[in-house]
Structure formats: structure tokens, C-alpha cells
């Protein structure tokens, strides 16, 4: 089965710990990105690498940080700075290209709660 | 403001109607997208239409772009129970830094009832 996973489906932190969300697929695509959702609202991108060993930040990576050291994974850690962290956080791949973007394939998605 | 702003953010119909969402965008675009959330869900991804696309479409869903008026329209014809969803219009900017990242709308939340 191809496609991406997204680990645990609910996280529960308290407050002023880090946590890591995984995100791993098996489509071998290039890129991938990490976006946060909230309550009634659209995604918003938090990081994202178009090849391995790069990434660049979003337009929220404050209090975020990404690693990309394989192709197939792409770890997001909460950290403590992160001043609003409960949210919805959903994972995507697609297979890239530094011009132009195709679909992207997103996982289930990650509910994180912080307490 | 976002980049992509659908329109209107809710929409209630009857089963069998069809169903038309708009999406407005500020930049000049590569391509847009379409996308569909079940509840608690991730994207699925509908349609993609490109910049020099004028209308696609994708079983009984119809897709047009309008790039002088910066702005796409999704029709979903014949709608279903199970076509209930939140639908997100996602843009590809020209700039040349944007490289393969999507800017998402807020959404429509499209009821279908039986």
C-alpha cells in the first residue's frame, strides 16, 4: 500500500514540552510539507523540503523545527516556544520539481492537544 | 489577506442539486487546485488546473479558471450525501521562490442533505 503515514492520531502534551510529530511515505516523492489547521480554518504551511537534506521555513515555522535526512521521512518537533500549539497537523508529499507543483498526497493527520 | 479565498464559506443544498463554490486569488498563478477534507480527515485531492487552462473537468465535478478575473469556480453536479465536505482551493504562485509549495484558502463547507 502506498501513501503517507501520520503517528499517533491524537497527542496529548502538557504545556512547556517538546514534542515530535512523524510523518513517513512510501511514494517516493521528492518534496514534503507540514501544515497546521485550525478549527474552521484553511491549512497554513509551517515547513517544507523539496529534496532530501533541504527545507525551507513557511509562513508559521516560529517555534517549529523539521529534519529531512531521508527521503521517506519528515519529522515536525513542537517545541516550548510555540506559543499555540493545540492544533490539527496534517503531513503531504508530492513528487516535487523546483518550478512549478504538482498534487500533493496528504496523511490523516496528527490532533495535537497541549495542556 | 490569503491568497486564495473561497466563497461562500457555507453552502447547504438538497441532494441532487449542484453545488457551485468560487475561489479568488491575488497573484499571477503556475496553477490551482482543488481539494476535498472529511471531517478530521487529510485532503484529497480533486483537480488541477493550470494557467493556461480554461476548464477541466473530472466525473461529475467541472472546474473553470478565469485568469483575468484571478478567480476559479468548482461545480459539483448531481451531488451526493457523501459529497458533504469542506473544499479548499489551493494556488501555485509564479514567484520564483515559491518553488513547489501551495497556498491554502479558508474553505467551503458544503452540506448535502438526503
Known amino acids: 500500500d502506498g501513501g503517507i503515514t501520520q503517528s499517533p492520531k491524537y497527542l496529548f502534551r502538557k504545556e512547556g514540552q517538546n514534542v515530535t510529530l512523524s510523518c513517513e511515505q512510501n511514494?517516493?516523492?521528492?518534496?514534503m510539507y507540514w501544515y497546521r489547521q485550525d478549527p474552521g480554518q484553511g491549512l497554513r504551511l509551517i515547513y517544507y523540503?523539496?529534496?532530501?537534506?533541504?527545507?525551507q521555513k513557511g509562513d508559521i515555522a516560529e517555534g517549529y523545527s523539521v529534519s529531512r535526512e531521508k527521503k521517506e521521512s519528515f519529522p515536525l518537533t513542537v517545541t516550548s516556544a510555540q506559543k499555540n500549539p493545540t492544533a490539527f497537523y496534517l503531513c503531504?508529499?508530492?513528487?516535487?520539481?523546483?518550478?512549478?507543483?504538482?498534487?500533493?498526497?496528504f496523511g490523516p493527520g496528527t490532533r495535537l492537544t497541549v495542556t | 489577506s490569503q491568497q486564495g479565498e473561497e466563497d461562500p464559506q457555507a453552502l447547504s443544498i438538497q441532494e441532487g442539486e449542484n453545488a457551485t463554490m468560487n475561489c479568488s486569488y491575488k497573484?499571477?498563478?503556475?496553477?490551482l487546485q482543488w481539494y476535498r477534507q472529511n471531517s478530521g480527515r487529510g485532503l484529497v485531492h480533486l483537480i488541477l488546473?493550470?494557467?493556461?487552462?480554461r476548464e477541466k473537468h473530472s466525473g461529475r465535478l467541472r472546474v473553470t479558471l478565469d485568469t483575468s478575473k484571478k478567480s476559479s469556480s468548482l461545480l459539483i453536479t448531481a451531488s451526493r450525501a457523501a459529497d458533504t465536505a469542506s473544499y479548499f482551493c489551493?494556488?501555485?504562485?509564479?514567484?520564483?521562490?515559491?518553488?513547489?509549495?501551495?497556498?491554502f484558502g479558508e474553505g467551503t463547507q458544503l452540506t448535502v442533505n438526503p
Open positions: 511514494l517516493n516523492h521528492d518534496a
Open positions: 489551493a494556488t501555485n504562485t509564479e514567484e520564483e521562490t515559491s518553488g513547489s509549495r501551495l497556498t
Open positions: 488546473i493550470r494557467s493556461n487552462e
Open positions: 503531504a508529499s508530492s513528487i516535487g520539481g523546483w518550478v512549478t507543483t504538482y498534487e500533493q498526497y
Open positions: 523540503s523539496q529534496i532530501v537534506n533541504d527545507f
Open positions: 497573484t499571477s498563478i503556475n496553477n
